[in-house]
């Protein structure tokens, strides 16, 4: 089947199997290998995206669900050249060391991006709430939440 979507502000008509996942489809069709694969079941959130607004786990949105949408994935809010500037959140996660392997870091981030280009006030348990639906194995979870309480910070001073 061919899909229409745009993926970082990049149009693209894919040819994909019906069955593929939007996480094989950017990992495989597109090259954008920053979305991670964790469990392949929607439980840990190492493959979040933001899809049409909405964080969401890549490895569940089959090609039906794409059609006409807008992705955004890590590789999107990231510096394109060495002159440019990390996205606010990524700045937090460094400054809050919530960083270790990072595996589970782009997910953590879209989800943020996610959260507050809906709602830069999130309270703090909208913010956790959020968080609840990853899984790290690194930095426990304190320098995370630490580091999501900057980037809301650093979103609202930009």
């Known amino acids: 089947m061919e899909v229409n979507l745009v993926v970082n502000g990049r149009k693209y008509t894919l040819t994909v199997d019906p069955k593929d996942s939007l996480l094989s489809i950017l990992r495989e069709k597109l090259n954008l290998t920053g979305t991670k694969n964790g469990c392949n079941q929607g439980h840990c959130g190492a493959c979040t995206v933001v899809l049409n607004g909405k964080a969401v786990k890549s490895c569940l949105i089959r090609p039906k669900k794409l059609e006409g ?34 595996f589970c870091t782009p997910g953590y981030i879209m989800e943020l991006y996610a959260l507050y280009e809906r709602n830069p006030n999130a309270s703090e348990q909208e913010i956790k709430s959020a968080l609840g639906e990853h899984l790290c194995r690194c930095t426990g979870y304190k320098p995370i939440f630490d580091a999501a309480l900057l980037a809301q910070e650093l979103l609202k001073s930009k």
């Open 69 to 102: 949408g807008n992705v955004i994935t890590i590789e999107g809010i990231s510096p394109q050249s060495p002159d440019d500037k990390l996205h606010p959140i990524q700045e937090a996660f460094i400054k809050a060391t919530a960083v270790q392997c990072g």
